[in-house]
């Protein structure tokens, strides 16, 4: 029996910003709403047989490499992870807030996580020399786990884009860069002290302009525990601030 395929509408937000003159405006696309299909594989169905001027990123297709993020029905999601059978009514794409639009749906989110990356010298300090001729240091297990825990950020920038102090605040750590600071305060291998991550992030633009209203771990598609890295972080910096460390 042949059932009868339902046409979806999907509007999208189209805007160059090398042609500013054209303003930014939604436009419609219908497609046939197939068994399986997500955000991405409809994105692509569209370019490739209605309209090849439609910008957006992917690389992985597969939740691995972040590049996909964008609104879905105004909510921060992967578009190669959301189901369109998953969304009601009209499916509405826009690209992510805060970040720099490079055009259509595509985001510039490489150059915010490298900025933060600098901002939170996000890797390990230490004094001693690597030497290739040493086996490896041991590490219990579940430090292993808490550190890989925290490393699992796909940096799709998604915590951020559905964060009000990101939105309002410019220079704001994020959910994002305060994980990447609890990463490197669990490891035992970083020599740096509580003060020398209070220089980075114990203000309003760190880890203290959290208003603590969830959005983040709600839009995180890893769902990784990001309160409890913003609180674990911020007891650290309020101890230090109150001279208590
Ligand atoms: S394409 Fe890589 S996360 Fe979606």
Redesign the pocket.
């Known amino acids: 029996m042949n059932k009868k395929i339902k046409q979806r509408r999907f509007s999208i937000f189209r805007y160059n910003p090398q042609t500013p003159e054209v303003k930014p405006f939604m436009q419609e696309y219908f497609l046939d709403d197939l068994a399986g299909m997500t955000i991405?594989v409809a994105l692509n169905n569209i370019r490739e047989t209605q309209d090849p001027s439609l910008n957006f990123?992917?690389?992985?297709?597969?939740?691995?490499?972040?590049?996909?993020?964008m609104l879905i029905n105004g909510k921060p999601r992967?578009?190669?992870?959301t189901l369109t059978s998953d969304l009601k009514g009209d499916i509405v794409l826009m690209p992510l807030p805060v970040f720099k639009l490079l055009g259509d749906l595509s985001v510039d989110t490489g150059s915010w996580f490298r900025e933060i990356t600098i901002k939170t010298q996000a890797w390990i300090h230490t004094e001693s020399t690597f030497n290739p001729e040493l086996t490896e240091l041991p590490m219990e297990n579940s430090l292993a786990n808490e550190i890989y825990e925290a490393e699992r950020c796909?940096e799709?920038g998604c915590c951020i884009a559905g964060c009000v102090t990101a939105n309002l605040r410019e220079n704001f750590l994020g959910a994002a860069g305060v994980n990447k600071v609890a990463r490197f305060i669990i490891d035992p291998r970083d020599r740096r002290e509580t003060r020398d991550y209070f220089e980075i992030i114990g203000s309003d633009d760190g880890t203290f302009g959290c208003m603590s209203l969830m959005a983040c771990e709600d839009n995180c598609?890893m769902e990784l525990p990001l309160q409890k890295q913003l609180s674990f972080v911020r007891r650290k910096m309020l101890f230090h601030g109150l001279g208590k460390s």
């Open positions: 991405f990123d992917f690389v992985c297709r597969a939740a691995i490499c972040g590049s996909c993020a992967l578009a190669c992870k796909i799709c598609p």
